[in-house]
């Protein structure tokens, strides 16, 4: 069974950082692309950003809005998937979910985490 | 304002077809496949339809997808009451490099 499960979510300061895993398991997690995908409270879905696979060098994409700021990383050993986020701002309050990039399903989000909720305040 | 434009609600009664609309450009639908998600009321989102019109597996062919320029429809026949829901759009934009959402579209069943 796939699972997505994300950790690291709290209450942080504007300015400060916080790190976020998404840990992977039942299927073969350095095939696929992961993403990270985050929904403000009462808001709709927002991307912030991709990591492909080795085959695809590990390139990285990501949103504007935290082009410069957060970092996606992964470690295919550990099935694992990371979000580094600094310079943080009241504005990257959301639940943040990691999602499976599927090839098979049109490169859509096929599985995602249940989220972990980041709150930026002071 | 989100890159792809939805309508912000949408409803209808049990056993009506509904649609939503998924309105982009040139750089994202016009040259990309659209997906599509269901979120449930305080659940993660779910892969609704893939690529314009193909239903994952487990998905009741009540729900069905068209695109046609640099737009996208959601269709629901057969309306029931857990189709209340969220329902966003989704696209890879070729000239932003990102994957674009629409503003999602909150569906009633009266």
């Known amino acids: 069974e796939v699972q997505l499960v994300e950790s690291g979510g709290g209450l942080v300061q504007p300015g400060g950082s916080l790190r976020l895993s998404c840990a992977a398991s039942?299927?073969?997690?350095?095939?696929?692309?992961m993403d990270w995908v985050r929904q403000a409270p009462g808001k709709g879905l927002e991307w912030v950003g991709r990591?492909?696979?080795?085959?695809?060098?590990?390139?990285?994409e990501y949103a504007a809005s935290v082009k410069g700021r957060f970092t996606i990383s992964r470690d295919d050993s550990k099935n694992s998937l990371y979000l580094q986020m600094n310079s943080l701002k009241t504005e990257d309050t959301a639940v943040y979910y990691c999602?499976?990039?599927?090839?098979?399903?049109?490169?859509?989000?096929?599985?995602w985490g249940q989220g972990t909720l980041v709150t930026v305040s002071s | 304002q989100s890159v792809l434009t939805q309508p912000p609600s949408a409803s209808g009664t049990p056993g009506q077809r509904v649609t939503i609309s998924c309105s982009g450009s040139?750089?994202?639908?016009?040259?990309?496949?659209v997906n599509w998600y269901q979120q449930l009321p305080g659940t993660a989102p779910k892969l609704l339809i893939y690529?314009?019109?193909q239903r994952p597996s487990g998905v009741p062919d009540r729900f069905s997808g068209s695109k046609s320029g640099t737009s996208a429809s959601l269709a629901i026949s057969g309306l029931q009451s857990e189709d209340e829901a969220d329902y966003y759009c989704?696209?890879?934009?070729?000239?932003?490099?990102?994957?674009?959402f629409g503003g999602g579209t909150k569906l009633t069943v009266l």
């Open positions: 999602a499976r990039v599927s090839f098979m399903y049109g490169y859509g989000f096929d599985y």
């Open positions: 039942g299927f073969t997690f350095s095939d696929h692309y």
């Open positions: 990591t492909r696979n080795k085959a695809n060098s590990y390139t990285t």
């Open positions: 040139s750089s994202n639908i016009g040259s990309n496949t």
């Open positions: 690529s314009n019109n």
């Open positions: 989704a696209a890879w934009d070729d000239s932003l490099n990102v994957v674009v």
